[in-house]
């Protein structure tokens, strides 16, 4: 167990539909980072969070969007859903330049 | 931006062989991991390692930052090392956002 948890395991929706993702990280740790794993792009940074501010942003797409809250969980909301977004989306947490730790994952299915 | 090369792309080995993963990439980084994804898509810690050498049971890890390269090696291989190994960098400057690279899919075979 990395101390990671990410809710919900899997996710069925149709095209168009909203998402959220929610993830607590380990505890201690300020920064939280969103992946997106898929068959043609393998793993693929999204963005990261630290104590509540956005740090980095990768190719995370404009109807995607994110947030961390006052207590470090963090959310990750995906819109207008396509068929392309079916992926597995990761959360991950580290207490800086260090060691990441991920969670186990959210299989989204949009269909 | 930076590349990350692994290789082999695939690994078949019997119970018992040792292997050896390789991981090249382009440009300086202050971050090296390598983790491995079992097949229930669990994404495992192996190394934190951006230099030197370390040693974690039958798992190794080598960087040699200056040459650009990572190496794995797996000793006296169990059913339960299959899945994908990944090595990932995060640049100089980058903060701690990870690149990936595409992995090595390992199969042992009892």
């Known amino acids: 167990d990395s101390g990671v948890t990410q809710t919900p395991k899997h996710l069925i929706t149709a095209t168009g539909q909203r998402v959220t993702l929610r993830c607590s990280p380990r505890?201690?740790?300020?920064?939280v980072y969103w992946y997106q794993q898929s068959l043609d792009q393998g793993l693929q940074f999204l963005i990261q969070y630290y104590n509540g501010e956005e740090r980095a942003k990768g190719n995370i797409l404009e109807r995607f969007s994110a947030q961390q809250f006052p207590d470090l969980h963090s959310e990750l909301n995906l819109s207008s859903l396509e068929l392309g977004d079916s992926a597995l989306y990761f959360c991950?947490?580290?207490?800086?330049?260090?060691?990441?730790?991920f969670g186990q994952g959210t299989r989204l299915t949009v269909v | 931006g930076i590349q990350v090369e692994q290789s082999p792309p695939d690994l078949i080995l019997q119970e018992g062989a040792n292997s050896t993963l390789r991981c090249n990439f382009s440009d300086s980084v202050n971050n090296l991991q390598w983790f491995h994804q079992n097949p229930w898509g669990q994404l495992i810690n192996l190394f934190y390692i951006p230099s030197g050498t370390k040693q974690n049971g039958r798992l190794s890890a080598t960087t040699v930052a200056t040459e650009r390269y990572s190496l794995l090696y797996i000793s006296s291989s169990q059913t339960t090392d299959s899945g994908v190994y990944f090595c990932?960098?995060?640049?100089?400057?980058?903060?701690?956002?990870?690149?990936f690279g595409a992995g090595t899919r390992l199969a042992v075979h009892p």
């Open positions: 505890s201690g740790d300020l920064s």
């Open positions: 990932a960098v995060a640049p100089s400057g980058g903060y701690n956002k990870l690149i």
């Open positions: 991950a947490s580290s207490p800086g330049t260090v060691k990441t730790f």
